[in-house]
Protein backbone atom coordinates (compact mmCIF):
# COMPACT_ATOMS: atom_id res chain seq x y z
CA UNK A 1 0.00 0.00 0.00
CA UNK A 2 1.58 3.42 -0.98
CA UNK A 3 0.36 6.52 1.16
CA UNK A 4 -0.41 9.86 -1.17
CA UNK A 5 -0.08 13.18 0.66
CA UNK A 6 -1.89 15.98 -0.98
CA UNK A 7 -0.18 19.21 0.52
CA UNK A 8 -2.91 21.98 -0.08
CA UNK A 9 -6.42 21.32 -0.25
CA UNK A 10 -7.43 24.57 -2.48
CA UNK A 11 -8.67 24.32 -6.14
CA UNK A 12 -6.18 21.91 -7.06
CA UNK A 13 -5.63 20.17 -3.46
CA UNK A 14 -9.04 18.89 -3.09
CA UNK A 15 -10.00 18.03 -6.40
CA UNK A 16 -6.17 15.78 -6.67
CA UNK A 17 -7.74 14.00 -3.38
CA UNK A 18 -10.99 12.80 -4.76
CA UNK A 19 -9.73 11.86 -7.83
CA UNK A 20 -6.55 9.83 -6.22
CA UNK A 21 -9.14 8.20 -4.64
CA UNK A 22 -11.35 7.51 -7.67
CA UNK A 23 -8.64 6.56 -9.41
CA UNK A 24 -6.82 4.51 -6.74
CA UNK A 25 -9.49 2.40 -5.08
CA UNK A 26 -9.28 1.63 -1.31
CA UNK A 27 -5.87 -0.15 -1.36
CA UNK A 28 -3.76 3.18 -1.07
CA UNK A 29 -3.29 5.43 1.86
CA UNK A 30 -4.77 9.27 0.57
CA UNK A 31 -4.27 12.13 3.31
CA UNK A 32 -4.74 15.93 2.89
CA UNK A 33 -2.45 18.50 4.52
CA UNK A 34 -4.18 22.16 4.79
CA UNK A 35 -2.63 24.76 7.28
CA UNK A 36 -6.10 25.75 7.30
CA UNK A 37 -9.70 23.35 8.61
CA UNK A 38 -11.91 25.10 5.36
CA UNK A 39 -11.81 25.04 1.97
CA UNK A 40 -12.70 28.37 0.22
CA UNK A 41 -13.93 29.08 -3.19
CA UNK A 42 -11.36 31.90 -4.18
CA UNK A 43 -13.45 32.70 -7.71
CA UNK A 44 -15.79 34.36 -4.93
CA UNK A 45 -14.15 36.65 -3.14
CA UNK A 46 -14.46 39.53 -5.46
CA UNK A 47 -18.13 39.12 -4.10
CA UNK A 48 -17.58 38.94 -0.87
CA UNK A 49 -15.37 41.99 -1.06
CA UNK A 50 -18.53 44.11 -2.16
CA UNK A 51 -20.98 42.03 0.34
CA UNK A 52 -23.09 40.23 -2.15
CA UNK A 53 -21.57 36.83 -0.77
CA UNK A 54 -21.20 35.73 2.62
CA UNK A 55 -18.61 33.28 4.20
CA UNK A 56 -20.94 30.34 5.02
CA UNK A 57 -21.79 30.25 1.34
CA UNK A 58 -18.17 29.90 -0.22
CA UNK A 59 -16.67 28.26 2.52
CA UNK A 60 -17.06 24.78 4.18
CA UNK A 61 -14.98 22.62 6.76
CA UNK A 62 -12.89 20.15 5.23
CA UNK A 63 -12.32 17.10 7.16
CA UNK A 64 -15.90 15.19 7.09
CA UNK A 65 -16.09 15.39 3.38
CA UNK A 66 -12.62 14.27 2.94
CA UNK A 67 -13.33 11.28 5.37
CA UNK A 68 -16.70 10.17 3.92
CA UNK A 69 -14.42 9.27 0.85
CA UNK A 70 -11.83 7.49 2.72
CA UNK A 71 -9.30 10.45 2.64
CA UNK A 72 -7.30 11.46 5.67
CA UNK A 73 -7.04 14.89 6.63
CA UNK A 74 -4.35 16.92 9.12
CA UNK A 75 -5.47 20.80 9.63
CA UNK A 76 -2.09 22.50 9.85
CA UNK A 77 0.75 24.18 7.97
CA UNK A 78 3.77 22.28 6.78
CA UNK A 79 6.89 23.98 8.13
CA UNK A 80 9.05 21.99 5.87
CA UNK A 81 9.56 19.46 3.03
CA UNK A 82 12.53 17.12 4.11
CA UNK A 83 12.38 15.80 -0.06
CA UNK A 84 15.15 13.45 0.78
CA UNK A 85 13.43 11.72 4.14
CA UNK A 86 10.35 11.50 2.09
CA UNK A 87 8.71 13.13 4.97
CA UNK A 88 6.52 16.41 5.79
CA UNK A 89 7.24 18.28 9.20
CA UNK A 90 4.19 19.96 10.53
CA UNK A 91 3.37 22.97 12.76
CA UNK A 92 2.36 20.76 15.79
CA UNK A 93 5.78 18.40 15.54
CA UNK A 94 4.64 15.76 13.44
CA UNK A 95 6.22 14.37 10.87
CA UNK A 96 4.26 12.58 8.26
CA UNK A 97 5.97 10.15 5.62
CA UNK A 98 4.44 9.81 2.33
CA UNK A 99 5.94 7.34 -0.76
CA UNK A 100 4.54 10.01 -3.66
CA UNK A 101 3.58 13.80 -2.62
CA UNK A 102 1.09 16.09 -4.58
CA UNK A 103 2.18 20.44 -3.83
CA UNK A 104 -0.90 22.37 -4.62
CA UNK A 105 -0.41 25.04 -2.41
CA UNK A 106 -0.97 28.28 -4.15
CA UNK A 107 0.91 31.49 -3.83
CA UNK A 108 2.49 33.07 -1.21
CA UNK A 109 0.86 36.45 -1.52
CA UNK A 110 4.18 38.60 -2.00
CA UNK A 111 2.65 41.95 -0.79
CA UNK A 112 6.34 43.15 0.69
CA UNK A 113 7.62 43.98 -2.99
CA UNK A 114 5.81 46.83 -2.48
CA UNK A 115 6.35 48.94 0.46
CA UNK A 116 3.02 49.85 2.04
CA UNK A 117 1.00 47.55 0.19
CA UNK A 118 -1.62 45.10 1.32
CA UNK A 119 -3.95 44.39 4.28
CA UNK A 120 -1.25 45.50 6.47
CA UNK A 121 -0.40 48.33 5.00
CA UNK A 122 -2.55 50.60 2.74
CA UNK A 123 -4.44 48.74 -0.07
CA UNK A 124 -6.71 46.02 0.09
CA UNK A 125 -6.88 42.35 -1.29
CA UNK A 126 -9.43 39.67 -2.11
CA UNK A 127 -7.01 36.78 -2.48
CA UNK A 128 -8.55 35.19 0.63
CA UNK A 129 -11.58 34.58 2.24
CA UNK A 130 -9.82 36.99 5.39
CA UNK A 131 -8.91 39.47 3.06
CA UNK A 132 -12.17 39.72 1.04
CA UNK A 133 -13.93 40.24 4.27
CA UNK A 134 -11.46 42.68 5.20
CA UNK A 135 -12.04 44.86 1.72
CA UNK A 136 -16.22 44.69 2.48
CA UNK A 137 -15.41 46.18 6.03
CA UNK A 138 -12.99 48.93 4.25
CA UNK A 139 -15.75 49.28 1.40
CA UNK A 140 -18.42 50.21 3.75
CA UNK A 141 -16.42 52.57 6.00
CA UNK A 142 -15.49 54.05 2.49
CA UNK A 143 -19.49 53.97 1.49
CA UNK A 144 -19.53 56.80 4.05
CA UNK A 145 -17.29 58.98 2.92
CA UNK A 146 -16.51 58.01 -0.55
CA UNK A 147 -14.02 59.64 -3.33
CA UNK A 148 -11.25 58.24 -5.54
CA UNK A 149 -10.42 54.64 -5.58
CA UNK A 150 -7.71 52.96 -7.47
CA UNK A 151 -8.00 49.18 -8.49
CA UNK A 152 -5.65 47.14 -10.61
CA UNK A 153 -2.48 44.75 -10.13
CA UNK A 154 1.10 45.40 -8.98
CA UNK A 155 4.57 44.60 -10.93
CA UNK A 156 5.24 41.14 -11.31
CA UNK A 157 1.21 40.00 -11.15
CA UNK A 158 -0.27 36.92 -12.89
CA UNK A 159 -3.39 36.79 -11.80
CA UNK A 160 -5.22 39.83 -13.77
CA UNK A 161 -8.89 38.38 -13.90
CA UNK A 162 -9.82 39.03 -10.52
CA UNK A 163 -8.72 42.46 -10.45
CA UNK A 164 -10.93 43.22 -13.79
CA UNK A 165 -13.50 41.86 -12.25
CA UNK A 166 -13.12 43.55 -8.85
CA UNK A 167 -13.06 47.16 -10.99
CA UNK A 168 -16.35 46.16 -12.48
CA UNK A 169 -18.11 44.52 -9.67
CA UNK A 170 -16.95 47.78 -7.55
CA UNK A 171 -18.67 49.78 -10.67
CA UNK A 172 -21.85 47.74 -10.57
CA UNK A 173 -21.92 48.19 -6.81
CA UNK A 174 -21.62 51.79 -6.18
CA UNK A 175 -24.02 52.53 -9.15
CA UNK A 176 -26.72 50.56 -7.66
CA UNK A 177 -26.42 52.48 -4.70
CA UNK A 178 -26.13 55.74 -6.55
CA UNK A 179 -22.68 56.42 -5.21
CA UNK A 180 -20.43 56.04 -8.78
CA UNK A 181 -20.99 59.68 -9.31
CA UNK A 182 -18.39 60.32 -6.13
CA UNK A 183 -16.19 57.72 -7.29
CA UNK A 184 -13.73 58.84 -9.82
CA UNK A 185 -12.00 55.04 -10.51
CA UNK A 186 -8.70 54.11 -11.67
CA UNK A 187 -7.45 51.10 -12.91
CA UNK A 188 -3.25 50.89 -12.70
CA UNK A 189 -2.06 48.05 -14.00
CA UNK A 190 1.47 46.11 -14.52
CA UNK A 191 0.12 44.83 -18.11
CA UNK A 192 1.63 46.66 -20.99
CA UNK A 193 -1.90 47.23 -22.26
CA UNK A 194 -5.46 46.80 -21.23
CA UNK A 195 -6.47 43.10 -21.76
CA UNK A 196 -3.13 41.89 -21.74
CA UNK A 197 -4.03 39.92 -18.70
CA UNK A 198 -0.87 37.87 -18.82
CA UNK A 199 -1.06 36.25 -21.72
CA UNK A 200 -0.62 38.91 -24.90
CA UNK A 201 -4.20 38.87 -25.00
CA UNK A 202 -6.91 36.90 -25.77
CA UNK A 203 -9.05 37.67 -29.31
CA UNK A 204 -10.28 41.51 -28.72
CA UNK A 205 -9.93 41.43 -24.91
CA UNK A 206 -7.65 45.04 -25.55
CA UNK A 207 -10.41 46.72 -27.61
CA UNK A 208 -13.65 45.32 -25.82
CA UNK A 209 -12.27 45.69 -21.85
CA UNK A 210 -10.87 49.65 -23.00
CA UNK A 211 -14.35 49.67 -24.28
CA UNK A 212 -15.69 48.44 -21.33
CA UNK A 213 -14.10 51.14 -19.42
CA UNK A 214 -14.64 54.13 -20.98
CA UNK A 215 -18.57 53.41 -21.32
CA UNK A 216 -18.23 52.74 -17.31
CA UNK A 217 -16.25 55.81 -16.92
CA UNK A 218 -13.16 54.10 -15.68
CA UNK A 219 -9.15 55.65 -16.37
CA UNK A 220 -6.78 53.36 -16.73
CA UNK A 221 -2.92 53.35 -15.81
CA UNK A 222 -0.66 50.34 -17.95
CA UNK A 223 2.88 49.46 -17.65
CA UNK A 224 2.64 51.01 -14.30
CA UNK A 225 4.94 50.22 -11.87
CA UNK A 226 3.65 51.00 -8.44
CA UNK A 227 6.63 52.05 -5.95
CA UNK A 228 4.99 52.61 -3.00
CA UNK A 229 1.74 53.13 -1.22
CA UNK A 230 1.47 55.50 1.63
CA UNK A 231 -2.02 56.21 3.47
CA UNK A 232 -4.54 57.40 0.90
CA UNK A 233 -1.23 58.26 -1.57
CA UNK A 234 -0.43 55.74 -4.69
CA UNK A 235 3.02 56.35 -6.03
CA UNK A 236 3.22 55.42 -9.87
CA UNK A 237 5.96 55.34 -12.35
CA UNK A 238 4.49 54.61 -15.91
CA UNK A 239 6.84 53.05 -18.12
CA UNK A 240 6.94 53.49 -21.79
CA UNK A 241 7.30 50.25 -24.27
CA UNK A 242 11.28 50.28 -23.57
CA UNK A 243 11.07 50.48 -19.92
CA UNK A 244 12.01 54.17 -19.54
CA UNK A 245 10.10 56.50 -17.00
CA UNK A 246 7.15 58.16 -19.28
CA UNK A 247 4.92 60.07 -16.32
CA UNK A 248 5.10 59.36 -12.55
CA UNK A 249 2.04 59.66 -10.92
CA UNK A 250 0.72 60.35 -7.47
CA UNK A 251 -2.87 58.85 -7.20
CA UNK A 252 -4.98 60.09 -4.27
CA UNK A 253 -7.89 57.21 -2.97
CA UNK A 254 -9.73 56.51 -0.23
CA UNK A 255 -10.17 52.96 -1.09
CA UNK A 256 -7.84 50.63 -2.72
CA UNK A 257 -7.83 47.03 -4.50
CA UNK A 258 -4.84 45.72 -5.78
CA UNK A 259 -3.64 42.30 -7.15
CA UNK A 260 -0.21 41.66 -5.74
CA UNK A 261 2.89 39.65 -7.24
CA UNK A 262 2.76 35.95 -6.34
CA UNK A 263 5.18 33.73 -5.15
CA UNK A 264 5.86 29.96 -3.50
CA UNK A 265 4.90 29.34 -0.26
CA UNK A 266 7.77 29.59 2.38
CA UNK A 267 8.03 25.17 2.80
CA UNK A 268 8.40 24.66 -0.89
CA UNK A 269 10.52 27.38 -1.93
CA UNK A 270 13.17 26.18 0.64
CA UNK A 271 13.55 22.50 -0.46
CA UNK A 272 16.61 22.16 -2.34
CA UNK A 273 16.61 21.76 -6.17
CA UNK A 274 13.05 22.05 -5.68
CA UNK A 275 11.67 25.57 -7.43
CA UNK A 276 13.06 28.84 -8.95
CA UNK A 277 13.73 31.56 -7.43
CA UNK A 278 10.69 32.69 -7.08
CA UNK A 279 9.65 29.20 -4.90
CA UNK A 280 6.93 27.41 -7.77
CA UNK A 281 7.64 23.84 -8.38
CA UNK A 282 10.11 23.07 -11.40
CA UNK A 283 7.54 20.38 -12.78
CA UNK A 284 8.44 17.93 -16.15
CA UNK A 285 5.61 17.81 -18.74
CA UNK A 286 4.10 14.89 -17.04
CA UNK A 287 4.02 17.49 -13.62
CA UNK A 288 6.77 16.08 -12.37
CA UNK A 289 9.56 17.25 -9.99
CA UNK A 290 12.33 17.33 -12.24
CA UNK A 291 14.78 16.69 -9.32
CA UNK A 292 12.29 13.97 -7.43
CA UNK A 293 10.86 11.64 -8.93
CA UNK A 294 8.31 11.06 -6.43
CA UNK A 295 7.30 14.66 -6.17
CA UNK A 296 3.94 15.95 -8.22
CA UNK A 297 2.89 19.71 -8.42
CA UNK A 298 -0.04 21.22 -9.86
CA UNK A 299 -1.77 24.84 -9.58
CA UNK A 300 -0.27 28.15 -8.77
CA UNK A 301 2.56 27.00 -6.92
CA UNK A 302 3.96 25.40 -10.30
CA UNK A 303 7.01 27.32 -12.18
CA UNK A 304 5.32 28.56 -15.51
CA UNK A 305 7.28 31.42 -17.88
CA UNK A 306 5.97 34.46 -18.57
CA UNK A 307 3.95 34.51 -21.94
CA UNK A 308 6.33 37.72 -22.96
CA UNK A 309 8.61 40.38 -21.51
CA UNK A 310 6.59 43.04 -20.52
CA UNK A 311 8.16 46.56 -19.55
CA UNK A 312 6.95 46.28 -16.20
CA UNK A 313 7.41 42.39 -15.04
CA UNK A 314 4.17 40.21 -15.59
CA UNK A 315 3.70 36.47 -15.29
CA UNK A 316 1.37 33.81 -17.18
CA UNK A 317 -1.74 33.05 -15.07
CA UNK A 318 -2.97 29.53 -14.16
CA UNK A 319 -6.52 29.36 -13.88
CA UNK A 320 -9.00 26.49 -13.01
CA UNK A 321 -9.58 24.74 -16.31
CA UNK A 322 -5.94 24.27 -16.53
CA UNK A 323 -5.30 23.37 -12.78
CA UNK A 324 -7.58 20.81 -13.61
CA UNK A 325 -6.14 19.06 -16.38
CA UNK A 326 -2.85 19.41 -14.35
CA UNK A 327 -4.64 17.78 -11.40
CA UNK A 328 -5.71 15.16 -13.77
CA UNK A 329 -2.14 14.21 -15.96
CA UNK A 330 -0.74 13.69 -12.16
CA UNK A 331 -3.41 11.31 -11.05
CA UNK A 332 -2.83 9.50 -14.20
CA UNK A 333 0.86 9.47 -13.46
CA UNK A 334 0.72 8.14 -10.20
CA UNK A 335 -1.51 5.38 -11.18
CA UNK A 336 1.02 4.36 -14.06
CA UNK A 337 3.88 4.65 -11.58
CA UNK A 338 2.40 2.66 -8.82
CA UNK A 339 1.41 -0.29 -11.54
CA UNK A 340 5.21 0.33 -12.98
CA UNK A 341 4.20 1.69 -16.21
CA UNK A 342 5.50 5.13 -17.25
CA UNK A 343 4.06 8.35 -16.02
CA UNK A 344 3.42 9.84 -19.34
CA UNK A 345 -0.01 11.71 -19.15
CA UNK A 346 0.40 15.56 -19.42
CA UNK A 347 -1.79 18.53 -18.23
CA UNK A 348 -3.66 20.99 -21.03
CA UNK A 349 -1.82 23.95 -20.99
CA UNK A 350 -4.88 26.20 -22.03
CA UNK A 351 -6.45 29.10 -20.43
CA UNK A 352 -10.34 29.39 -20.04
CA UNK A 353 -11.67 32.03 -17.83
CA UNK A 354 -15.26 33.02 -16.80
CA UNK A 355 -14.50 36.69 -15.77
CA UNK A 356 -17.85 38.42 -13.96
CA UNK A 357 -18.21 41.74 -14.30
CA UNK A 358 -20.91 42.74 -11.80
CA UNK A 359 -24.31 42.31 -13.84
CA UNK A 360 -22.51 41.28 -17.37
CA UNK A 361 -19.28 39.03 -17.58
CA UNK A 362 -16.43 38.33 -20.51
CA UNK A 363 -15.79 34.66 -21.26
CA UNK A 364 -12.09 33.50 -22.89
CA UNK A 365 -10.75 30.78 -24.25
CA UNK A 366 -6.68 30.77 -25.22
CA UNK A 367 -5.38 27.73 -26.87
CA UNK A 368 -2.53 27.40 -26.32
CA UNK A 369 -1.88 29.85 -23.53
CA UNK A 370 1.11 31.07 -25.65
CA UNK A 371 0.20 32.69 -28.86
CA UNK A 372 -0.39 32.36 -31.86
CA UNK A 373 -3.01 30.03 -30.66
CA UNK A 374 -5.56 27.79 -32.61
CA UNK A 375 -8.59 29.43 -30.84
CA UNK A 376 -8.56 32.42 -29.28
CA UNK A 377 -11.63 33.51 -28.19
CA UNK A 378 -13.18 36.47 -26.13
CA UNK A 379 -17.12 37.37 -25.61
CA UNK A 380 -19.03 39.56 -23.40
CA UNK A 381 -22.56 38.92 -22.03
CA UNK A 382 -24.63 38.68 -19.40
CA UNK A 383 -24.79 34.91 -19.89
CA UNK A 384 -21.10 34.80 -18.38
CA UNK A 385 -22.20 36.49 -15.08
CA UNK A 386 -25.27 33.90 -14.75
CA UNK A 387 -22.66 30.94 -15.66
CA UNK A 388 -20.45 32.12 -13.05
CA UNK A 389 -23.16 32.48 -10.71
CA UNK A 390 -24.07 28.97 -11.62
CA UNK A 391 -20.19 27.66 -11.68
CA UNK A 392 -19.88 28.48 -8.17
CA UNK A 393 -22.53 26.50 -6.76
CA UNK A 394 -21.77 23.70 -9.01
CA UNK A 395 -18.22 23.89 -8.00
CA UNK A 396 -19.11 24.04 -4.04
CA UNK A 397 -22.19 21.17 -4.63
CA UNK A 398 -19.02 18.82 -6.62
CA UNK A 399 -16.48 19.67 -3.60
CA UNK A 400 -18.73 18.20 -0.61
CA UNK A 401 -19.82 15.30 -2.56
CA UNK A 402 -16.36 14.14 -3.62
CA UNK A 403 -16.43 14.15 -7.21
CA UNK A 404 -13.89 12.70 -9.15
CA UNK A 405 -15.25 14.03 -12.90
CA UNK A 406 -13.58 16.84 -14.29
CA UNK A 407 -16.11 20.11 -13.16
CA UNK A 408 -14.16 22.61 -15.80
CA UNK A 409 -14.43 20.04 -19.04
CA UNK A 410 -18.02 18.87 -17.52
CA UNK A 411 -19.36 22.92 -16.99
CA UNK A 412 -17.48 25.59 -18.19
CA UNK A 413 -16.78 24.15 -21.71
CA UNK A 414 -20.27 23.02 -22.34
CA UNK A 415 -21.48 26.79 -21.57
CA UNK A 416 -19.17 27.81 -24.20
CA UNK A 417 -20.33 25.24 -26.05
CA UNK A 418 -17.03 23.95 -26.63
CA UNK A 419 -17.31 19.85 -25.96
CA UNK A 420 -13.77 18.99 -25.54
CA UNK A 421 -10.24 20.06 -25.28
CA UNK A 422 -7.06 18.24 -25.66
CA UNK A 423 -6.99 17.13 -21.74
CA UNK A 424 -6.09 13.67 -19.97
C1 LIG B 1 -9.25 36.43 -6.11
C2 LIG B 1 -8.98 35.36 -7.11
C3 LIG B 1 -10.00 34.99 -7.99
C4 LIG B 1 -9.77 33.99 -8.95
N1 LIG B 1 -10.77 33.68 -9.82
C5 LIG B 1 -10.57 32.73 -10.75
C6 LIG B 1 -11.62 32.38 -11.65
O1 LIG B 1 -12.71 32.94 -11.62
N2 LIG B 1 -11.38 31.40 -12.55
C7 LIG B 1 -10.18 30.76 -12.62
O2 LIG B 1 -10.02 29.88 -13.45
N3 LIG B 1 -9.18 31.08 -11.79
C8 LIG B 1 -9.33 32.04 -10.86
N4 LIG B 1 -8.31 32.35 -10.00
C9 LIG B 1 -7.00 31.70 -10.17
C10 LIG B 1 -6.90 30.29 -9.53
O3 LIG B 1 -7.88 29.46 -10.09
C11 LIG B 1 -7.05 30.35 -8.02
O4 LIG B 1 -6.02 31.12 -7.46
C12 LIG B 1 -7.02 28.94 -7.38
O5 LIG B 1 -7.52 29.02 -6.06
C13 LIG B 1 -5.63 28.35 -7.35
O6 LIG B 1 -5.71 27.03 -6.88
P1 LIG B 1 -4.49 26.31 -6.12
O7 LIG B 1 -5.00 24.96 -5.75
O8 LIG B 1 -3.27 26.42 -6.92
O9 LIG B 1 -4.25 27.19 -4.81
P2 LIG B 1 -5.25 27.53 -3.63
O10 LIG B 1 -6.67 27.35 -4.05
O11 LIG B 1 -4.83 28.87 -3.15
O12 LIG B 1 -4.95 26.43 -2.53
C14 LIG B 1 -3.72 26.35 -1.85
C15 LIG B 1 -3.95 25.68 -0.51
O13 LIG B 1 -2.69 25.32 0.05
C16 LIG B 1 -2.70 25.62 1.43
N5 LIG B 1 -1.32 25.83 1.89
C17 LIG B 1 -0.41 26.75 1.46
N6 LIG B 1 0.75 26.62 2.11
C18 LIG B 1 0.59 25.61 2.98
C19 LIG B 1 1.45 25.01 3.96
N7 LIG B 1 2.71 25.42 4.16
N8 LIG B 1 0.96 23.99 4.70
C20 LIG B 1 -0.30 23.53 4.53
N9 LIG B 1 -1.16 24.07 3.61
C21 LIG B 1 -0.71 25.09 2.85
C22 LIG B 1 -3.55 26.87 1.54
O14 LIG B 1 -4.07 27.03 2.85
C23 LIG B 1 -4.64 26.58 0.51
O15 LIG B 1 -5.74 25.91 1.07
C24 LIG B 1 -8.50 33.35 -9.03
C25 LIG B 1 -7.49 33.73 -8.14
C26 LIG B 1 -7.72 34.72 -7.20
C27 LIG B 1 -6.60 35.11 -6.25
Redesign the pocket.
Known sequence: MAHIVV???????MPAAYELRAELGSGHRITV????DYF?F??S??WVAVGWREREVTTFPIRPYLEKKGIDFIA????RIDAEGNALELADGQRLGYDYLVI????KLSFDEVPGAGPAGHTQS??SIDHAEQTWAAYQAFLQDPGPAVVGAMPGAS?F??AYEFAFILNTDLRRRKQRNKVPLTFVTSEPYIGHMGLGGVGDSKSMLESEFRNNDIKWICNARVDKVEAGLMFVSELDEAGQLKKEHQLPFKFSMM?PAFKG???VAQVEGLCNPRGFVLIDEYQRSKKYKNIFS????VAIPPVEVTPVPTGA?????M?ETMVSAIVHNIAADLRGAKADTKASWNAI???DMGDTGAAFVALPQIPPRNVNWFKKGKWVHLA?VAFEKYFMYKMKNGTSEPIYEKYVLKSLGIERLDRP
Open positions: LGAGTGGVNALQVPNPQPVLTTGPICCGPLVDAAGVCPKTGYICLAK
